[in-house]
C-alpha cells in the first residue's frame, strides 16, 4: 500500500527572542505567571525579509535539501496559514515563486493549528493517487502581527515561525499510517481573529514593520505592529479553548489509535501542536505516553500556530531523536474549532 512518508524536514525561526521578562515592561504578566501557566520562555518575532512567505519559503528550503528533492520536482505546495502578508496571491503562491517550483500547484488551507496536520492528509491522499509526487507541506505565522499587545491574555502566548515537509510515496510499510480529522464552527466564539487586509493603512502592514532587533526596547505601537482598535487581533476564552482542547484531542487520539490497531504506551514519540505544556503533559497522562516522549519546545518559541508542528517534526529529526520504524503521534487543536491526530511510521 502507497503511503505518504516524510523525506524531509526545514524549519526557520526569525532572529530576534522577545522574553518574558521584556513582556513584563509591556503588560501586567510576570515570568513567573507566564512559565508556571504555560511552560513558554520566550517567542521569535519576524522583523522586515522575515514575511510569513519567506520564512515558509526558508523552510521549505531546507526540507527539499534533506530531501534530495529540487524545486522543479515539486509539484504541489500546500501551506497552512492563518497570517500570510497577502490574501491574494496565496502564502503558498509567494513560496511557489520565491523558491521557483515552476511546475507545481499551490494553495493555502486555513486551519488555525490543526493546519499542518490537514496538510499532512492532503498530501498522504495525493500520492496514494501519484505515488511519484512530491508534495511541500507547510505551516507558516507571523503571529506577532496579529495579536494586541495591551492585551495580556494572548499577546504573551504567541510567536512567529515556520516549518516544512516533504512529503512523497512510499509501499514500505512506512508514512501515515491514520489520521481523524475534525472541526466545530458553532465554537468558532471562542477563539476567533476578525478578517484583516494586511496593505488597509489602518492595520498593520508587515512590510513596514521596523526590525525589533533594531529597537532598545520593544514597543509594538512604535514598530508598527497593530493598533488595538482594529479588532482584527487573536480574542480568546483561554479557559473554555483549554478545556475543550485537552477533551477534543484525547478523543482524537483515541479515535486513531484504534484505527491503527495500537495502545498509547507503543508510541514512540508524541510530537505535538505546542499551546501549552500543561495541555501536554494532561494529554500524555491521559493515553499513558510519559513525559519523556513528548517532545517539546513551546519554551524557546510559544504557540506558533500552524507552523508548531513541523517545526517539532524538523527539530526532533535533526536532533536524531526519530528512528527509522518509529511510531510518531502529532495532534494538533486551534480556532474554528479544528483538530485532529495522525500516526506516522518513520
Ligand atoms: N499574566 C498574568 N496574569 C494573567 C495573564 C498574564 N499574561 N493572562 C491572564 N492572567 C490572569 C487572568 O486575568 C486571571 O485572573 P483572575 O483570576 O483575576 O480573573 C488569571 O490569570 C487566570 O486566568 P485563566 O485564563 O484562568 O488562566 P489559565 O490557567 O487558564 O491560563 C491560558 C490561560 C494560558 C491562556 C490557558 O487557558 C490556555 O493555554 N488555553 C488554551 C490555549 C490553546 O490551546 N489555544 C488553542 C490554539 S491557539 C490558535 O488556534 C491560534
Keep these: 500500500m502507497i503511503r505518504g512518508v516524510i523525506e524531509g524536514t526545514g524549519s526557520c ?40 512567505s519567506k520564512i515558509a519559503a526558508e523552510a521549505a528550503r531546507r526540507a527539499m535539501a534533506m530531501a534530495g528533492v529540487t524545486a522543479e520536482e515539486i509539484a504541489t505546495i500546500i501551506v497552512g496559514t492563518m497570517t500570510s502578508e497577502t490574501t491574494m496571491p496565496s502564502c503558498a503562491c509567494l513560496v511557489q515563486k520565491e523558491i521557483g517550483a ?34 511541500l ?26 516549518g516544512a515537509a516533504v512529503v512523497g510515496g512510499d509501499d514500505t510499510g512506512r508514512g501515515v499510517l491514520a489520521t481523524r480529522l475534525f472541526s466545530d464552527g458553532r465554537l468558532g466564539d471562542l477563539l476567533y481573529m476578525n478578517a484583516a487586509p494586511s496593505m488597509n493603512p489602518h492595520i498593520n502592514n508587515p512590510y ?37 482542547a485537552v477533551l477534543a484531542m484525547e478523543d482524537s487520539i483515541d479515535k486513531v489509535l484504534e484505527d491503527a490497531g ?25 493515553i499513558g505516553v510519559p513525559k519523556e516522549k513528548i517532545f517539546i519546545n513551546i519554551h524557546k518559541y510559544g504557540n506558533t500556530s500552524a507552523a508548531t508542528v513541523p517545526i517539532a ?28 491526530a495522525e500516526i506516522i511510521r518513520w
Design 137 to 162: 507541506v507547510i505551516g507558516a505565522e507571523n503571529l506577532s502581527a496579529r495579536v494586541n499587545w495591551q492585551d495580556r491574555n494572548t499577546c504573551v502566548l504567541f510567536g512567529d515561525g515556520a
Design 313 to 340: 517534526f524538523d527539530e526532533a529529526n535533526r536532533q536524531g531523536l526519530l528512528k527509522k520504524g518509529d511510531l510518531i503521534l502529532t495532534c494538533a487543536f486551534g480556532g474554528g474549532f479544528t483538530w485532529g
Design 208 to 244: 513596514e514593520k521596523t526590525d525589533p532587533a533594531e529597537a532598545e526596547d520593544f514597543d509594538p505601537a512604535r514598530l508598527g505592529f497593530p493598533r488595538t482598535d482594529n479588532g482584527s487581533y487573536i480574542k480568546m476564552s483561554g479557559r473554555e479553548v483549554f478545556k475543550n
Design 102 to 135: 515552476v511546475n507545481a500547484f499551490a494553495f493555502d488551507i486555513s486551519a488555525a493549528c490543526t493546519a499542518f496536520i490537514y496538510g499532512l492528509e492532503l498530501a498522504d491522499n495525493m500520492v496514494k493517487a501519484y505515488p511519484d509526487r512530491k508534495i
Design 262 to 286: 495500537l495502545s498509547g504506551p507503543e508510541i514512540d514519540w508524541i510530537l505535538p501542536h505546542q499551546a501549552n505544556i500543561r495541555i501536554l503533559h494532561n494529554l500524555g497522562e491521559r
Design 13 to 52: 525561526l526569525p532572529e530576534y527572542q522577545l522574553t518574558n521578562d521584556q513582556l513584563e515592561k509591556l503588560v501586567d504578566t510576570s515570568d513567573e505567571w507566564i512559565t508556571a501557566r504555560t511552560g513558554i520562555a520566550s517567542r521569535r518575532i519576524a522583523g522586515p525579509g522575515e514575511e510569513t
